[in-house]
């Protein structure tokens, strides 16, 4: 049972055009998501993360946006930049309850943004 | 640089064969964790560690076990390797406290053959 969806397995984008990443969640409990970015042979490294408490974050040229009610979040890259290309996981923990720190990951989504 | 650090890079291994995979990291974060990657699953948690002297089990722990006896170090053992523990394993770290983001390892890529 997949707690946390990305249905999109790829995504290709122009540069300096928006990437919008989705990722939906079917835990209620869940009150805290990220954004991680990998590269190749490299750990994912944290983007951004929302609090439920919230409706947007934003940071530089990356937002987040979280729908509670349809369990849907998604994650906007503008302008979109050749170095954006990775694989983008979504990822959603219980904070204030008993999963503490561990976090549920989605399967991931490769985007590639082409010069 | 501080960060953690995964040893070895790579493996490969003989089926039936003990492994233990090695994580440091010089943060002094009270929580570390261990992740598995595998193709169209993302990353699955093996185990985890809230502090030191305390572990528990993640969403695929069988098969697996981790020790933590102090801050830095949290390795993972595989008792007894099996080919569906071919897999890419991170180790991560974070703050303690729910609403931390964790860091991450480089990764060792395994092999059971």
């Known amino acids: 049972d997949q707690q946390v969806k990305q249905n999109s397995p790829s995504l290709s984008v122009q540069e300096g055009r928006i990437s919008i990443l989705n990722c939906d969640y079917t835990?209620?409990?869940?009150?805290?998501f990220l954004w991680y970015k990998k590269y190749p042979a490299e750990g994912p490294t944290f983007l951004i993360s929302?609090?439920?408490?919230?409706d947007k974050n934003e940071d530089g040229r990356f937002t987040v946006f979280l729908n509670k009610s349809a369990k849907h979040l998604s994650l906007h890259i503008v302008p979109s930049q050749p170095g954006d290309s990775a694989v983008y996981f979504c990822?959603?923990?219980?904070?204030?309850?008993?999963?503490?720190?561990?976090?549920?990951f989605g399967q991931g989504t490769i985007l590639t943004v082409h010069p | 640089i501080a960060g953690i650090t995964q040893a070895p890079t790579s493996q490969i291994l003989a089926a039936g064969r003990r492994m233990t995979l090695r994580c440091t990291q010089d943060?002094?974060?009270?929580?570390m964790y261990w992740y598995r990657q595998d193709l169209g699953l993302g990353l699955r948690l093996i185990h985890y560690?809230?502090?030191?002297?305390?572990?528990g089990k993640g969403e695929v722990p069988d098969g697996y076990s981790v020790s933590r006896a102090n801050t830095d170090d949290f390795p993972l053992t595989l008792a007894s390797a099996v080919p569906s523990q071919t897999s890419v394993y991170f180790c991560?770290?974070?703050?303690?406290?729910?609403?931390?983001?964790?860091?991450f390892g480089d990764g060792t890529r395994l092999s059971i053959l």
């Open positions: 990822a959603a923990n219980d904070a204030g309850g008993t999963s503490y720190g561990k976090l549920t």
């Open positions: 560690s809230n502090t030191a002297g305390t572990t």
């Open positions: 929302i609090s439920s408490i919230k």
């Open positions: 943060m002094r974060h009270n929580a």
């Open positions: 991560a770290s974070s703050e303690q406290g729910g609403n931390q983001p964790q860091h």
């Open positions: 835990n209620s409990m869940f009150d805290y």
